[in-house]
């Protein structure tokens, strides 16, 4: 136990130490100046269905977003592909693609690879010479996240991870690559297992940068009106929305069928407001769950929303709930299981964002 406590003092330590100078180095007056700010959403049907509220308790795939030590609770093969239909109603019908998988590499490690793809849809190309769409035709921006992580079981008590991020955000003639590192802990305690408590770190790296031909523009000289030339237009690097989570969770067990599960996360983002976020879940023999969960941010009550409020900077309403049903192939304890999970979250606007879910589990 003293060696779980060192551990846990030693990772904190490393943790907040990477954190002083770029977690609690943002001014709220910079809010909208970070780029990449898909890092901010969680792509996966069942950890979204209570708002992030289960970052202490999150296992499986959705660890490598939510807190990357979850991964390590993989028995032996762990897949999982959800699709998500962002903001649901919007004119180019914008979804999210997510695939991941976990394998188990050693008695306490685990290796995962997931890769997340943001589809916006054809947008038309207008210049100030063609205002009128449809006359240029159309481009289409692209978005992916690769993630490479790795876990460990340091004992029955507490596990860590690291995750590198790969980013990539690109339209016809520009583009920007960068790279990002996520770190997390998590720590099992209590007579049952039942106490749980978690801390992440993401989104820590270099600013990025834009780059290609959409930056350079054919103009006329103004001494010299019969010649063009290339101007090229200089791109300012922006920084990534680092985020700081500190989670925490209970479980109250009911015999040997049921479990609700409490869970509260404290998230502080250096470009946005700070979050709040309170969730439950309930488990019926862990083949049924139903979970909602309530982020609260400064002016997420305003009237009118992000639209009519300058405090408010978040489209959701705050309001997300779920479902998961995971059925077992075999009555063996270790055998197959496959999973549907399903999550709605309230927006503002539009009708919402809607997540589906399959998982294999091995």
């Given at each position: 136990m003293k060696k779980?406590?060192?551990?846990?003092?030693?990772?904190?330590?490393?943790?907040?130490?990477?954190?002083?100078?770029?977690a609690f180095a943002g001014n709220k007056d910079r809010s909208g100046q970070a780029g990449a700010s898909e890092l901010l959403i969680n792509p996966w049907a069942a950890s979204s269905g209570w708002g992030?509220?289960?970052m202490s308790f999150v296992h499986g795939v959705e660890a490598i977003y939510g807190n990357v030590a979850g991964i390590s609770s993989c028995r032996t093969l762990d897949v999982n592909f959800t699709n998500t239909w962002w903001l649901q109603g919007v004119g180019n019908d914008t979804r999210i693609a997510s695939f991941g998988f976990l394998a188990r590499v050693g008695e306490s490690s685990?290796?995962?690879?997931?890769?997340?793809?943001?589809?916006?849809?054809?947008?038309a190309i207008t210049t100030p010479d063609n205002?009128?769409?449809?006359?240029?035709?159309?481009?289409?921006?692209?978005?992916?996240?690769?993630?490479l992580s790795f876990a460990k079981s340091f004992s029955n008590s507490i596990s860590g991870g690291f995750n590198l991020k790969i980013i990539s955000e690109s339209i016809k003639d520009m583009g920007g690559v960068g790279v990002a590192l996520d770190a997390g802990i998590q720590y099992v305690s209590?007579?049952?297992d039942n106490i749980h408590f978690g801390i992440t770190l993401k989104n820590i790296g270099p600013t990025m940068k834009f780059s290609g031909d959409g930056l350079a523009l054919r103009v006329f000289m103004e001494s010299m009106t019969s010649?063009?030339?290339t101007m090229v237009q200089r791109a300012d690097d922006f920084e990534l929305p680092t985020q700081l989570s500190i989670a925490a969770a209970y479980d109250f067990?009911?015999?040997?069928t049921s479990r609700l599960t409490i869970a509260g996360n404290f998230c502080s983002n250096s470009f946005t407001n700070d979050q709040l976020t309170g969730g439950l879940e309930y488990g019926w023999r862990e083949m049924f769950k139903v979970r909602a969960g309530y982020t609260w941010e400064r002016g997420i009550w305003a009237k009118g929303g992000v639209e009519n409020s300058d405090e408010c900077m978040n489209i959701n309403r705050g309001l997300s709930a779920g479902v998961s049903v995971e059925v077992p192939l075999s009555k063996k304890e270790d055998a197959m299981r496959l999973a549907v999970d399903y999550s709605y979250r309230d927006t503002y606007t539009y009708g919402g964002t809607h997540s589906v879910g399959a998982r294999i589990i091995f």
């Amino acid at each position: 136990m003293k060696k779980s406590f060192r551990y846990i003092a030693l990772s904190f330590v490393i943790l907040m130490g990477l954190s002083a100078p770029q977690a609690f180095a943002g001014n709220k007056d910079r809010s909208g100046q970070a780029g990449a700010s898909e890092l901010l959403i969680n792509p996966w049907a069942a950890s979204s269905g209570w708002g992030n509220a289960g970052m202490s308790f999150v296992h499986g795939v959705e660890a490598i977003y939510g807190n990357v030590a979850g991964i390590s609770s993989c028995r032996t093969l762990d897949v999982n592909f959800t699709n998500t239909w962002w903001l649901q109603g919007v004119g180019n019908d914008t979804r999210i693609a997510s695939f991941g998988f976990l394998a188990r590499v050693g008695e306490s490690s685990v290796l995962g690879l997931s890769f997340m793809s943001f589809s916006i849809g054809e947008i038309a190309i207008t210049t100030p010479d063609n205002p009128d769409p449809g006359t240029l035709g159309t481009f289409k921006p692209n978005l992916m996240n690769i993630n490479l992580s790795f876990a460990k079981s340091f004992s029955n008590s507490i596990s860590g991870g690291f995750n590198l991020k790969i980013i990539s955000e690109s339209i016809k003639d520009m583009g920007g690559v960068g790279v990002a590192l996520d770190a997390g802990i998590q720590y099992v305690s209590g007579p049952f297992d039942n106490i749980h408590f978690g801390i992440t770190l993401k989104n820590i790296g270099p600013t990025m940068k834009f780059s290609g031909d959409g930056l350079a523009l054919r103009v006329f000289m103004e001494s010299m009106t019969s010649q063009q030339f290339t101007m090229v237009q200089r791109a300012d690097d922006f920084e990534l929305p680092t985020q700081l989570s500190i989670a925490a969770a209970y479980d109250f067990l009911f015999a040997e069928t049921s479990r609700l599960t409490i869970a509260g996360n404290f998230c502080s983002n250096s470009f946005t407001n700070d979050q709040l976020t309170g969730g439950l879940e309930y488990g019926w023999r862990e083949m049924f769950k139903v979970r909602a969960g309530y982020t609260w941010e400064r002016g997420i009550w305003a009237k009118g929303g992000v639209e009519n409020s300058d405090e408010c900077m978040n489209i959701n309403r705050g309001l997300s709930a779920g479902v998961s049903v995971e059925v077992p192939l075999s009555k063996k304890e270790d055998a197959m299981r496959l999973a549907v999970d399903y999550s709605y979250r309230d927006t503002y606007t539009y009708g919402g964002t809607h997540s589906v879910g399959a998982r294999i589990i091995f």
